[in-house]
């Protein structure tokens, strides 16, 4: 089993900064590509940033130039560092890593169960 868990969600005000991070537990032999996803009430979810088991990274245009992603591949665990936060950018912010099992598996997505990140003032 496989598990995916954030923190670091929160009240924050306009112009604030929050942290996030994903720890991913459980039998994996590796992890390719890890992201972040973002769902508002109302809206589909929606791709924030994804970084590669190498370290290359892409994100959505909304964020750039706020936001990092960045990850460990040892801990297994991937951080989303959001700065400039507008109320826009409230929603459940979503962990996704593709997880292999063993050196073969062709890999499968999991996801984490969110974590609310609120601005407001």
């Known amino acids: 089993q496989v598990q995916l868990v954030e923190s670091g969600g929160g009240l924050v005000q306009p112009g604030g900064s929050l942290r996030l991070s994903c720890a991913a537990s459980?039998?994996?032999?590796?992890?390719?590509?890890m992201g972040w996803y973002r769902q508002a009430p109302g809206k589909q979810r929606e791709l924030v940033a994804t970084i590669t088991r190498g370290g290359s990274t892409n994100y959505a245009e909304f964020v750039k130039g706020r936001f990092t992603i960045s990850r460990d591949n040892a801990r297994k665990m991937v951080w989303l560092q959001m700065n400039n936060l507008q109320p826009e950018d409230t929603a459940v912010y979503y962990c996704?890593?593709?997880?292999?099992?063993?050196?073969?598996?062709?890999?499968?997505?999991?996801w984490g169960q969110g974590t609310q990140v609120t601005v407001s003032s």
């Open positions: 996704n890593a593709n997880v292999l099992k063993y050196i073969v598996d062709p890999g499968t997505m999991y």
């Open positions: 459980g039998s994996i032999f590796s992890i390719n590509a």
